[in-house]
């Protein structure tokens, strides 16, 4: 079992940069797969990217395809999204997912979660 908490989140404007870090508790944080999501007021849960246990692989959603970067630092149970050139539509919480198997795109396909991490990108 893992035990996920995010953090970095906050208030930017367009055009601008933030990094969200989602730490994990547990000693076999490089066994699973981690994934990033976001929920807008009134939308549903969608997936943004993904990282392999390694982090050789990743996967983005298009939308953040070229703005946002995933890694992970196994040494420290500590996966990463920095995220650029910020677009109001970006605004959302921000939720690290833990999967055990195979790198997957849908939410409902992750075991773990954190509690989320607001942001708001303001024009």
């Known amino acids: 079992q893992v035990q996920l908490v995010e953090s970095g989140g906050g208030l930017v404007q367009t055009g601008g940069s933030l990094r969200l870090s989602c730490a994990a508790s547990?000693?076999?944080?490089?066994?699973?797969?981690m994934g990033w999501f976001r929920q807008a007021p009134g939308k549903e849960r969608e997936f943004v990217g993904a990282?392999?246990?390694?982090?050789?692989?990743?996967h983005y959603a298009d939308s953040v395809n070229g703005r946002f970067t995933i890694s992970r630092d196994n040494a420290k149970n500590t996966v990463y999204l920095q995220m650029n050139s910020l677009k109001s539509e970006d605004t959302a919480v921000y939720y690290c997912?833990?999967?055990?198997?195979?790198?997957?795109?849908?939410?409902?396909?992750?075991?773990?979660w954190g509690q989320g991490t607001q942001v708001t990108v303001s024009s």
């Open positions: 990282i392999s246990w390694g982090g050789r692989i990743t």
């Open positions: 547990g000693r076999t944080f490089s066994s699973y797969f």
């Open positions: 997912a833990a999967r055990s198997a195979a790198m997957a795109r849908s939410w409902s396909e992750y075991q773990y």
